[in-house]
């Protein structure tokens, strides 16, 4: 059997910590590894990290890590023993046969990637599930965008992160982007399944509203894509950026729109207008276009609303 490492960065996160860790106990596959990099917690997380690092010996602790997130992610990779990885955030967590799948198709199947599909828990408490196609697809359709392979629901080949030097960058703000969609740009094949092998909580997602932390997402998400299609361009990979910034980098803006309070909103979807309109207009949104628009929609109401007041 080939192990699977299965990598989960934690700070404060004693909630649901419990939970991610027993799904990946309760994996019908075996052969895994858990490395939990607790990043300076103040709540319970460390007491439930050593509780379950006695029970079973593939757990496996890192406390007090000298890098801060998002550069405990490569701690965890550079300490990982397994021929796959998968990177599990430690409120959300794993389906059963996650791994037995995915080993499975990676195996058999000549591909490098193997991807779920998931279901996201809103903060609201209702569920959505992104149900894909099963088959393999070329990288060029998951840089297309038509199916989300990240954290928590795709699992890669180590030797192919360590021949490119895949890691993560030190902008914490879209640092999955540049990593996952780095590593989609150096493989061929991927295999996309319909079983719904990851939940992604997002219970306890705040609305932002501080100004600079705003500006802080937004620029160090165009730092992020900046450097990646800098890391491309060296190993001549022009296909695969033009991809990415037709389709993923306008994704990547409206998802933080998502998060921006209504007062900075608008602004914000008038900076980035040249982005995301092309990107709506043109077609290019695969997957829940509705709320992609919704986005939008809700970033213009409110001037709406205060235009007819004026008018008044």
């Known amino acids: 059997m080939v192990k699977v490492s299965v990598i ?6 004693g909630k649901w910590l419990e939970k991610s860790i027993n799904s990946v106990l309760n994996q019908t596959y075996d052969d895994w590894e858990l490395i939990i990099i607790d990043d300076y917690s103040t709540d319970n997380s460390k007491e439930i990290i050593r509780r379950f690092m006695e029970q079973d010996d ?8 000298d890098k ?14 397994g021929e796959y990885v998968l990177f599990l955030d430690s409120d959300d967590w794993i389906n059963e046969k996650m791994l037995e799948n995915a080993v499975n198709h990676l195996e058999n ?10 279901r996201v828990i809103r903060s609201n408490g209702s569920t959505k599930d992104f149900v894909y196609n099963r088959g393999v697809y070329s990288h060029f359709d998951v840089l297309k965008g038509k199916f989300r392979g990240g954290i928590g629901n795709s699992v890669l080949k180590k030797k192919i992160l360590d021949r490119y030097n895949i890691r993560y960058p030190p902008y914490i703000y ?16 991927v295999f996309v399944d319909d079983y719904i092998g990851f939940i992604n909580n997002r219970m306890g997602s705040n609305v ?10 937004f620029t160090q998400t165009e730092n992020n894509y900046k450097l990646l299609f800098s890391q491309l361009e060296k190993i001549g990979k022009t296909a695969e950026i033009s991809l990415i910034k037709k ?9 933080y729109l998502d998060f921006v309070d209504r007062k900075h909103k608008f602004l914000y979807l008038l900076k980035y207008s040249k982005v995301i ?5 043109l077609g290019r949104a695969n997957g829940d276009v509705l709320w992609l628009w919704s986005i939008v929609i809700d970033s213009i109401i409110p001037v709406k609303w205060f235009i007819r007041r004026v008018m008044r």
């Open 247 to 255: 389709y993923q980098y306008p994704i990547s803006i409206l998802i």
């Open 8 to 13: 989960m960065p934690n700070k404060n996160k």
């Open 208 to 217: 932002v509203t501080n100004k600079k932390v705003l500006k802080e997402k």
């Open 277 to 281: 309109f092309p990107f709506l207009i």
């Open 58 to 65: 593939r757990i496996i602790g890192i406390f007090n890590p």
């Open 68 to 81: 801060p997130f998002p550069l405990t992610r490569n701690i965890g990779l550079e300490r990982a023993s």
């Open 109 to 118: 199947d000549d591909v490098d990637m193997y991807i779920s599909s998931y």
């Open 174 to 189: 879209s640092e999955d982007s540049y990593f996952y969609f780095f590593y989609e740009s150096v493989i061929d094949k």
